[in-house]
């Protein structure tokens, strides 16, 4: 099991910018896949920006090209920049965790049994 506490969330106008970070511990970081989902009132939590293996990333069609997802493994932290933030991404944004060996999207959340708390993200117009 690895524990995951995200960090960095925040309220921002729309076409600003939020860096959330993620600290894991309590395992052998580098054998997760490690992503960032969210959740919007009333709406399923999705899959935002994932790391399959060491450099491979897979990004939601949404956020292509305004969000990075980056990790450092010596520190065992995942961070999402996120830019050109718009009111739609408004939603608690989620670490996530799970096994190497069961990660090929990186976006679904079956492929994720380790998840942190969740951090606010508010967006305004």
């Known amino acids: 099991q690895v524990q995951l506490v995200e960090s960095g969330g925040g309220s921002v106008q729309a076409g600003g910018s939020l860096r959330l970070s993620c600290a894991a511990s309590?395992?052998?970081?580098?054998?997760?896949?490690m992503a960032w989902f969210r959740q919007a009132p009333g709406k399923d939590r999705e899959g935002v920006a994932a790391f399959i293996g060491d450099s491979r990333t897979n990004y939601a069609d949404s956020v292509k090209g305004r969000f990075t997802i980056s990790k450092d493994n010596a520190k065992s932290t995942l961070q999402l920049q996120m830019n050109s933030l718009k009111p739609e991404d408004t939603a608690m944004y989620y670490c996530a965790a799970g096994d190497w060996r069961y990660c090929t999207n990186g976006l679904l959340r079956g492929e994720y049994t380790n998840w942190g708390q969740g951090t606010q993200v508010t967006v305004s117009s």
């Open positions: 309590g395992s052998t970081y580098s054998r997760y896949c």
